[in-house]
């Protein structure tokens, strides 16, 4: 098992901090899962990755393009759906491949990805590349459940022209190590792009997310927003970057982290970056990490709730506004996977 280095900051700090980076225990390259896809209509198998795609690091963009590559073509002025799941199981724990989603002109995509599984280990390790064209609307909700002991890995990249729209609605709740790695190019005059991503991490859960959206166009929008909760011994890191590049006049962008730690062992490290070439942009970050409003638990406890009751209802206060930005047809599964993820907790 070789040690490789995952979603380095595009803006190295001190060393000694040790946050430009995260070292991973990485076994290599396996594939035996198939993707489930909900309709074939608009599916085919075959193509690769640009040469120009960035993923987490470069091992796990190989082991990804080792396996199987779909691609996924909306033609121009359609409207559709489409879900997608890798299912972990006995005699299939791994998967690697690559996706390529194209978005025509005007069109409108609703995509729903479900990791799931309950085999122990294995691994899931994914390179998605998404074009979204003029006008076009991209819509991704990704639900990451069960899976214990699995290393997950989520690599993506955007690219969006004129007026295209792109919401990414993610809840992670599930693995061992999960790597979310997206980065976005807002191309086109008023394109928009928006990350939003739930937690909850239990046990020795490390989750390890990184988002950078480029302010190419004119008059661009981005959005990140990631909220969850951490206990016992979890780990998450958050490294998210606004870049703004000469050019893109009037765009603006804002990004956000908050973390609640329910036990003092659990540990939050939160890196909001804003990177600008440009004087006419509006820019915002915002992180916050800590333990509930002792005030608030004891006001719910005073009504007849008890202590774990008064602090889920805090942490799905919370999160469900993100919640309810993906498909409807998976915010129950969310929240009910919310509430096993907390109750995993680490026997000690």
């Known amino acids: 098992m070789d040690k490789i280095k995952v979603n380095t900051l595009p803006r190295l700090t001190y060393r000694y901090t040790h946050t ?14 198939e993707p489930e896809f909900s309709d074939m209509t608009y599916v085919s198998e075959g193509g690769s990755l640009p040469d120009s795609f ?11 393009a080792a396996g199987k590559h779909f691609q996924i073509n909306i033609p121009d002025g359609v409207k ?3 879900s997608v799941r890798l299912n972990l199981e006995h ?16 069109s409108e995509l609703n995509l729903i990805w479900i990791w799931d599984g309950k085999e122990a280990g294995g691994q899931i390790i994914s390179a998605a590349c ?32 004129e007026g295209a729209v792109c919401d990414f609605a993610s809840a992670l709740l599930g693995g061992e190590k999960v790597i979310v ?42 959005h990140i927003d990631v909220k969850g909760a951490l206990d016992d011994h979890a780990k ?12 893109c006049s009037g765009s603006q962008g804002d990004e956000g982290d908050y973390a609640i730690q329910l036990s003092p062992k659990a540990r939050n490290i939160s890196l909001p970056l804003l990177l600008c070439r440009e004087d006419d942009v509006m820019g915002n970050h915002a992180s916050s990490a800590g333990q509930l409003d002792e005030q ?21 206060s919370m999160l469900r506004p993100l919640i309810d930005r993906m498909d409807s047809s998976l915010q129950d599964e969310v929240l009910e996977a919310v509430n096993h993820a907390l109750d995993a907790k680490e026997s000690l």
């Open 236 to 247: 998450k890191v958050f490294r998210g970057t606004l870049d703004f590049k000469h050019g």
């Open 80 to 82: 559709t759906a489409l």
């Open 181 to 222: 790695h997206s980065t976005g190019r807002l191309e086109g005059r008023k394109s928009d792009m928006t990350e939003t991503a739930v937690y909850a991490a239990s046990g020795t859960q490390h989750e390890d997310l990184f988002y950078h959206l480029e302010h190419v166009g004119k008059e661009t929008k981005s």
């Open 296 to 316: 608030i638990i004891y006001y719910l406890m005073s009504r007849g709730f008890s202590r774990e009751e008064a602090q889920r209802m805090v942490i799905e």
């Open 20 to 33: 430009n980076e995260t070292v991973l225990d990485f076994a290599g390259s396996r594939n035996k899962a």
């Open 54 to 64: 960035k993923g987490a690091a470069e091992e796990l963009v190989q082991t990804a």
């Open 91 to 106: 005699g299939t724990e791994d998967f690697c491949g690559t996706f390529s989603v194209s978005v025509g002109q005007g």
């Open 130 to 161: 998404y074009e979204v064209q003029d006008g076009g609307k991209l819509k991704v909700s990704i639900l990451e459940r069960n899976l214990p002991g699995a290393v997950l890995a989520d690599q993506r990249h955007v690219i969006l022209h």
